[in-house]
């Protein structure tokens, strides 16, 4: 999307395609899963679960964290990773009205 571009568009639609952007990688719903199923901050052993190079590791998890669906804190030599439970939130409450807002029980269209 075009930084011109969006503003043709609502917020809440631009704010669905931030967050979707954030979710379209494999990568980056692996370590979302893995932060979720840890329910704690997580430092250093992602790269060991992702099987993926330091490097993109630390690629996929800038991402999250500029959108928002991670925090974290720096212990020490290496940075700690865990959910932001407010912006999960808020994940949470937009997909559900995005979804929502299809009738899939009417009448097929196709």
Same mark, same amino acid.
């Given at each position: 999307? =075009? &930084? @011109? $571009?969006? !503003? *043709? %568009? @609502? $917020?809440?639609?631009? !704010?669905?395609?931030?967050?979707?952007?954030?979710?379209?990688? /494999?990568?980056?719903?692996?370590? *979302?899963? #893995?932060?979720?199923?840890?329910?704690?901050?997580?430092? +250093? !052993?992602?790269? !060991?679960?992702? =099987? *993926?190079?330091? &490097? @993109?590791?630390?690629?996929?998890? $800038?991402?999250?964290?500029? &959108? =928002?669906?991670?925090?974290? @804190?720096?212990? +020490? &030599?290496?940075?700690? #990773?865990?959910?932001? /439970?407010?912006?999960? $939130?808020? #994940?949470?409450? *937009?997909?559900?009205?995005? %979804?929502?807002?299809?009738?899939?029980?009417? /009448?097929?269209?196709?």
């Amino acid at each position: 999307m =075009g &930084a @011109t $571009k969006t !503003d *043709l %568009f @609502t $917020k809440q639609q631009n !704010d669905i395609a931030i967050m979707a952007k954030a979710l379209a990688h /494999p990568a980056r719903i692996a370590i *979302l899963q #893995y932060l979720v199923k840890k329910n704690a901050c997580v430092c +250093g !052993d992602l790269v !060991d679960e992702l =099987g *993926l190079a330091q &490097a @993109t590791t630390s690629q996929h998890l $800038k991402e999250l964290k500029t &959108a =928002g669906l991670i925090q974290g @804190t720096i212990e +020490g &030599a290496s940075v700690c #990773y865990c959910i932001n /439970p407010k912006v999960w $939130k808020q #994940y949470q409450q *937009l997909f559900a009205g995005f %979804f929502k807002e299809v009738d899939l029980n009417g /009448p097929s269209c196709c």
